[in-house]
C-alpha cells in the first residue's frame, strides 16, 4: 500500500520568509512517481511538479525548489522569499509509474504567508 | 479553453435524494477520476475510469456511482446510501502516457 505523510498541518510565515514542505512517502513500487499541488482559496488543485522515482535531481522553477531523497523517502517542497500569493494548502502525491496512475495524496499543508 | 469544467459549483441535497455532478473534459484525455476531500484531509479517490464504458472503484466507492459513455464526460452520482455526502469533490484527467492529473475547480455538496 501507498502512503503519504504531511507531518506539518500549517505553517504561518512574514513576506519574504522561506518555507520548507516536509514530505514522507512509503511504497514498495520500484518505480513511482512524487507530486506537489497548490490548492488556493479558490479550490481548484495546481499541479507544480512531477518526480519520476529514477531521478534523483534536485529540481528549481523559479522560488520553487524540491530536493529528492531516496534514501529518507523524502520529496521536500521549498518557497523562497515567500509571498502573499503563496497562500494555500499544498499538497504531496504519489502514483505507481505504470498501470492507472491513481494518486495517494498526502493530508496537506496550509501555508500561511503574512505581509 | 482547454480544461475540465465541473457543475455545479455549490450543490444541496435533501435526505434520501440522489444528486448528480457533471465534469467535462475537452483535453481529450484518457482517464478521469473523482475525488473526495474533507476538512483537514487530503484528497480520497471515489471512482476512476481509463476508457470509455469501463470504470473502476476507488477506496471509497461506497454510496456513489458512474458513467463514462463519452470521452470527455464523467459524471458522478451521489445516491441515498451516502450517508455522509457534504463535502467538496474534485474531477481530474490526464493522459495515460503523462500520469499527471489535471483538476476541475470542485463541486461543494452540503445537505439540507
Known amino acids: 500500500a501507498q502512503k503519504v505523510t504531511q507531518a506539518q498541518t500549517e505553517i504561518s510565515v512574514v513576506e519574504k520568509e522561506d518555507v520548507t514542505l516536509d514530505c514522507v512517502y512509503e511504497t514498495r513500487d520500484t518505480t513511482y512517481y512524487l507530486f506537489w499541488y497548490k490548492q488556493p482559496p479558490s479550490g481548484e488543485l495546481v499541479f507544480l511538479i512531477r518526480r519520476n522515482s529514477f531521478d534523483e535531481q534536485n529540481e528549481i522553477s523559479g522560488r520553487y525548489s524540491w530536493n529528492f531523497q531516496k534514501s529518507t523517502s523524502s520529496f521536500n517542497f521549498t518557497i523562497t522569499a515567500s509571498q502573499v500569493v503563496d497562500s494555500a494548502v499544498y499538497f504531496c502525491?504519489?502514483?505507481?509509474?505504470?498501470?492507472?496512475?491513481?494518486?495517494?495524496f498526502g493530508a496537506g499543508t496550509t501555508v500561511t504567508v503574512r505581509a | 479553453d482547454g480544461g475540465i469544467t465541473q457543475s455545479p459549483k455549490y450543490l444541496f441535497r435533501k435526505e434520501g435524494q440522489n444528486v448528480t455532478l457533471s465534469c467535462e473534459q475537452n483535453?481529450?484525455?484518457?482517464?478521469m477520476y473523482w475525488y473526495r476531500q474533507d476538512p483537514g484531509q487530503g484528497l480520497r479517490l471515489i471512482y476512476y475510469?481509463?476508457?470509455?464504458?469501463?470504470?473502476q472503484k476507488g477506496d471509497i466507492a461506497e454510496g456513489y456511482s458512474v458513467s463514462r459513455e463519452k470521452k470527455e464526460s464523467f459524471p458522478l452520482t451521489v445516491t441515498s446510501a451516502q450517508k455522509n455526502p457534504t463535502a467538496f469533490y474534485l474531477c481530474?484527467?490526464?493522459?495515460?502516457?503523462?500520469?499527471?492529473?489535471?483538476f476541475g475547480a470542485g463541486t461543494r455538496l452540503s445537505v439540507l
Open positions: 483535453l481529450n484525455h484518457d482517464a
Open positions: 475510469s481509463q476508457i470509455v464504458n469501463d470504470f
Open positions: 502525491a504519489l502514483s505507481e509509474a505504470r498501470g492507472d496512475y491513481k494518486l495517494s
Open positions: 481530474a484527467s490526464s493522459m495515460d502516457s503523462e500520469a499527471i492529473q489535471y
